[in-house]
């Protein structure tokens, strides 16, 4: 089963500033790799996909890259709506299930 | 606008079946597998399983043998079973769509999400 580990637990940066976020996973898993953004009592929402390609209406602040192991989120200038919890989210083919990384908490 | 609707019972007790029902509304329903995923209070995403328009499902091993997905296709709904619950299975439980498109895994369209709380 591939493992999904995201760094770090928590990112405090201000508006304005460069955020990156890590997600490493336990094998290689070619492209396969999104992003999700989820605010609090809303549902995640759909940032990145095939690990670099930005989601309908996403921001161009918003980017991800990476391959095989090593992926990165990266929000150019953060934004006050920014500040949120970021999963990274795998899936290798239709026979296996997904898999989630725990999540990194971006706080002011 | 593409907009996924769910409802369905927020308490239930240990032994109990839990039943969601996910709508579709503004889009279409074939071409696409429909999710369901979860999330445990402050934990991450998991994925439960999905279902196309034509009842091919796919699900998580790891619950297998208590889930059952279906679909009516009539009504472009689709719902969730999961049997014998217990605490462990209280969550945040989402409905959420995939396209039906080799590798193509992103789940770009999410319903609200509805609290399951399990407790006697």
């Known amino acids: 089963e591939i493992v999904l580990t995201q760094s770090p637990a928590t990112l405090s940066l201000s508006p304005g500033e460069r955020a990156i976020l890590s997600c490493r996973a336990s094998q290689t898993i070619s492209n396969y790799l999104a992003w999700y953004q989820q605010k609090p009592d809303q549902a995640p929402r759909l940032l990145i996909y095939d690990a670099s390609n930005r989601a309908a209406g996403i921001p161009a602040r918003f980017s991800g890259s990476g391959s095989g192991t090593d992926f990165t989120l990266t929000i150019s200038s953060l934004e006050p709506e920014d500040f949120a919890v970021y999963y990274c989210h795998h899936r290798s083919s239709w026979r296996s299930p997904y898999t989630s990384g725990q999540g990194t908490r971006l706080e002011i | 606008q593409v907009q996924l609707q769910q409802w369905g019972a927020g308490l239930l007790k240990p032994s109990e079946t839990l039943s969601l029902t996910c709508a579709v509304y503004?889009?279409?329903?074939?071409?696409?597998?429909w999710n369901w995923i979860r999330q445990p209070p402050g934990k991450g995403l998991e994925w439960i399983g999905e279902?196309?328009?034509?009842?091919?499902?796919n699900y998580n091993p790891s619950l297998k043998s208590r889930v059952s997905i279906s679909v009516d296709t009539s009504k472009s709904q689709v719902i969730l079973k999961l049997s014998s619950v217990t605490a462990a299975d209280t969550a945040v439980y989402y409905c959420?769509?995939?396209?039906?498109?080799?590798?193509?895994?992103?789940?770009?369209?999410w319903g609200q999400g509805t609290l399951v709380t399990v407790s006697s």
């Open positions: 959420a769509r995939r396209p039906d498109v080799r590798d193509t895994y992103a789940l770009d369209y």
């Open positions: 279902i196309n328009d034509s009842g091919s499902t």
């Open positions: 503004g889009g279409s329903f074939s071409g696409y597998y």
